[in-house]
């Protein structure tokens, strides 16, 4: 026995005799698992190949074109932004395109090995084109390997990963029909689609759902979140996020309200605890996102984490976050899963990032706040048939990335010139703390409420990245205040009687309305909960002709939607991201720069230049003895590709 431990700690990296996670075994090997390189959505890796020192010296590897650009003209559609999160699996990439298409390929050269075609476009493209898939997972029980994928087309599909085909003992062929198991089935099926992958714990695979929440109807079906059988497809069984009759929780959509609204999906990535067979859900708004007249109540499980047992789909625990919400403070990105210790108690814990700038922080198993959450008084709403909820959840600690609400000490400054327009300007608008609701278009004079952070702002999409050898936090995060108001919509259009009209850049001479930093990176010790550095990412208007003369420093991209855009990796000693051109250099020009920060200070390290724009989540992996970054870019104009850079031979 002692000589078998022995030969399995000399071994262990190779061999993996020892007791090792399944993904701490994929982080030593340098490969790249699931989209947030684990189920823990740590978006991490321990690989130092690149480094301060050389990260400058990236050159492009190779180039991979998306098979979507090979598609018959007359079966292609419009297709978004590229943000593909590609993953490597024993010596092998595999990612997806826009339209749902599966690659394998050469990690060392982009040559592709095989694809699969789920030919989901032949349902035509969704209501609410352009196209975006955005992952796949992974799944293996040590022996069967698989790869799903939830395309636009409402199907789950399960591959085998070594032949890139369906596999037949899978649904029908391979295929599970989503359009089924949903319950409602009287609601708009268009309205739905799927873009997230899904996740499989033990053994089921968990489907969220992507739904178009801006229709002029009340017709969007319930974000219900479904699981099939990892073997079969069968179907295991569904949480309703929109609690049912006879559900708790239930009365907290008064009225009846559950009966006819829709969405509070899970439209983003999803984490696990795979040891504890536990799914973390991040859930998003009910229809309509800014108005809830129809919908009074607290309106659980919207804007909440919620946490399930995988294999059963029982609730565990959950946390609201906002309450009847009316900003559109959805849970737009990935729990991060981390153990840590805080005044000398080790916890399990979750963190999750949110648009609202706050960092809301568990013990995962049990749902316990690791520092006190309060419920604090917030404005009441002035809308007819609305009734805004009386307080919101405040977290004591870790104090807020971003800034929250807006009062005149906030608006931008740096010249007489420019505070004087920026106050005349602001006295057209309603301003106040986090969570000041909307109001009617021109009530008391005023054209709109100003949200900040603004609905496509806080930690949007790309979400957070946890360090697990410091527990430290890293957030992009950006400000992005938007002017929002309530307006009667045209006559027999819509039953509702307000929707929203959005204003997104407001400021004086096409300069933003508050002060810099307006994009940043905020590093979270999550063993004190204290801020370790923040810095301010991107140039923004520091070079605008009438700020050019103050030699600023950089205040922080203003204009990236970064809803949009790919966030950061963490490595051994760097964050990487990356800026778009037209932010940094040019409002014409179409490339992109991939940045490296020491992740110790926030310091930059370096940067490389690149004729694409970046999309997509960055990762990294290693292959025969070399490290590379990999990100997606391109897909608005058939252009779609993958990029992979690595240090010169």
């Known amino acids: 026995m002692k000589k078998r431990l022995i030969l399995c700690a000399l071994f262990t ?25 684990s189920h823990t959505s740590s978006k991490y890796s321990p690989l130092d190949q690149i480094d301060r020192g050389n990260f400058a010296d990236l050159e492009i590897a190779w180039r991979y074109q998306s098979a979507d650009r090979r598609l018959p003209q007359e079966l292609a559609y419009a297709t978004g932004d590229y943000r593909a999160v590609p993953l490597v699996i024993n010596g092998t990439m595999y990612t997806n395109t826009n339209h749902g298409q599966v690659v394998a390929l050469n990690p060392s050269t982009g040559e592709e090995l095989w694809i699969f075609d789920p030919q989901s476009y032949i349902a035509g493209p969704p209501l609410f084109s352009p196209a975006q898939t955005r992952g796949i997972e992974y799944w293996t029980d040590g022996d069967i390997e698989r790869l799903f994928l939830a395309t636009l087309g409402k199907q789950l599909v399960s591959i085998d990963i070594a032949t890139g085909q369906p596999d037949p003992n899978f649904g029908d062929n391979g295929f599970v029909d989503l359009k089924n198991n949903l319950g409602r089935r009287e609601f708009e099926m268009n309205n739905i689609t799927h873009g997230a992958p899904p996740i499989a ?14 229709t002029m109807l009340n017709r969007s079906p319930p974000g219900h ?52 067979g536990l799914v973390y859900l991040p859930v998003s708004t009910p229809t309509n996102d800014y108005w809830g007249g129809k919908r009074l109540g607290e309106n659980v499980y919207a804007e909440s984490l919620v946490v399930l047992d995988a294999e059963t789909g029982e609730k565990v625990w959950h946390f609201q976050t906002v309450h009847h919400g009316l900003w559109d403070y959805d849970i737009a990105s990935a729990p991060n899963l981390v153990d840590i210790e805080v005044n000398g108690r080790a916890i399990k814990a979750v963190a999750q990032v949110s648009k609202t700038g706050f960092t809301y922080v568990f013990d995962r198993l049990t749902g316990e706040p690791v520092w006190p959450i309060e419920e604090l008084p917030v404005p009441p709403s002035s809308v007819p048939g609305e009734r805004a909820h009386p307080t919101q959840p405040h977290p004591t600690w870790p104090l807020p990335f971003e800034r929250q609400g807006m009062s005149k000490d906030d608006l931008i400054d740096f010249t007489p010139e420019i505070a004087a327009v920026a106050q005349k300007l602001a006295e057209d608008f309603v301003i106040g703390p986090i969570f000041t609701p909307p109001i009617v278009q021109g009530a008391n004079g005023k054209r709109a409420t100003i949200f900040l952070p603004g609905a496509g702002g806080g930690a949007n999409f790309p979400g957070a990245n946890v360090d697990p050898e410091t527990n430290i936090l890293y957030i992009p995060s950006h400000s992005r205040p938007y002017a929002m108001s309530l307006v009667q919509p045209p006559a027999g259009s819509s039953d509702w009687p307000y929707v929203i009209q959005v204003q997104r850049n407001v400021g004086p001479l096409g300069l933003p309305l508050i002060k810099p930093p307006y994009r940043r990176i905020t590093a979270i010790d999550l063993d004190t909960g204290e801020h370790v550095w923040q810095v301010p990412f991107g140039r923004g208007p520091a070079n605008h002709p009438a700020l050019a003369h103050l030699n600023l420093p950089d205040l922080g991209s203003v204009f990236t939607d970064v809803s949009s855009e790919g966030g950061i990796l963490i490595t051994k000693t760097l964050l990487i991201s990356f800026l778009a051109q037209k932010d940094e250099i040019d409002s014409e020009a179409q490339g992109s720069i991939l940045v490296a920060h020491d992740k110790a200070t926030g310091a930059k390290v370096g940067q490389v230049m690149l004729d694409r724009r970046l999309h997509g989540p960055v990762m990294t992996y290693m292959h025969a003895g070399k490290q590379y970054i990999a990100v997606a870019g391109g897909g608005r104009e058939n252009d779609a590709e993958l990029i992979s850079f690595a240090l010169p031979n």
């Open 13 to 37: 990296f190779l061999f993996a005799c020892a007791p090792e996670e399944p993904e701490t075994q994929a982080k030593m090997l340098g490969e790249w698992r699931h989209a947030g390189a």
């Open 201 to 214: 714990v033990g053994t089921s695979v968990i489907v969220g759902s992507k739904i178009y929440d801006y």
């Open 225 to 276: 979140v479904r699981a099939y059988d990892v073997y079969t497809g069968e179907f295991k069984w569904r949480f309703n996020t929109i609690p049912q009759e006879g559900e708790e929780f239930n009365e907290t959509w008064e009225d009846d309200s559950w009966k006819t609204v829709g969405n509070t999906n899970v439209w983003s990535f999803m984490s696990a605890d795979d040891e504890e």
